[in-house]
């Protein structure tokens, strides 16, 4: 055994010992702030159309469609349980459109900061007996949402990818994935499932698509499957200036890719709340060619 699994298969016995606290729901379902957990579709069949609109009554915004300029903000938030954090994620919502949270815990202190964003945390498993995994929250109601679970081979506690589909200003649509990718594990096997999975609903959307979120990607083998799975459906990763991002083995562990905007601005700063660092950017949407 490497020194590098040696230290892996210590994290997963650290990971082993923490998880009297989770437990995990045969139910696929989401939760918003102040409401009851709804049913959420898999993805397997695709992204549904209004599916959201079906399940649960969407929030009312003043908003109604995102764009040209969206700022985005992508941030693994530590199970919200670090002093500060209320106060950060508080700044994030007051300044960004589009927020994609990696394990977020739906505490009670979490639906007054959100306040009426309109808000989905796809439920992969309870810590403490509260819902945990990725959120996803907008400045407008999305159209559709689904989410998916991938369990860790070793330990069995799901990772989860949540896509939702939100209208743009020029008529188009936007598709959001929030990804917690796999972790502990050496072997490519599981990490390229969860990455078939994202792609297969990226090459169900043709418009321009944001993917981003904590990919674990820890290793150079991982980089590489990352693009081979992302750059043939035509999307681009994002370098922030200056890279803060939080970094394992020296290769950055959260990752923010493109498809149909241009990067006007892009950084990375040091959270005093969590072990991950968030990542900031500022887009525009490319016009679309007008038909002649």
Known sequence: MSALQAIISTLILWVLSGLANIEVPEALSYWQPDRPHQALSDCVEGLPERQLLQAAAPMQTSRKTLGPLLRV?????????????????????????????????????????????PSFLLQAFTYNQLAAGVMTSAVVSPSAVCGMRTAE??????KSLLANRYPLHDGQSLLV??????N????LEAYQQQLNLLAALVKQHSGPVIVAGDFNSWRQKRID?????????????????????????????????????????????????????????ELRLKQVPSAH
């Open 177 to 182: 994935v929030n990804l917690h990718g796999i």
């Open 73 to 117: 903000a992508v941030w693994n938030s530590y199970k919200l349980e670090q002093p500060g954090w209320q106060q950060e994620l508080a700044e994030l919502t007051a300044q960004r459109d589009l927020l994609l949270l990696q394990e977020v815990v739906a505490r009670a202190e979490l639906a007054p900061i959100l306040g009426e964003r």
């Open 225 to 281: 499957r990352i693009g081979q799975t992302l750059k043939p459906l035509q999307l681009r990763a994002v370098r922030p200036m200056p890279d803060r991002r939080t970094r394992i083995f020296g290769f950055a562990i959260d990752q923010l890719w493109l498809r149909g905007f241009e990067v006007e601005q892009a950084a990375s700063y040091v959270s005093e709340s969590s072990d991950h660092n968030g990542l900031l950017v």
């Open 184 to 187: 502990f594990v050496w072997e």
């Open 153 to 158: 081979p070793w330990i069995g506690v799901p």
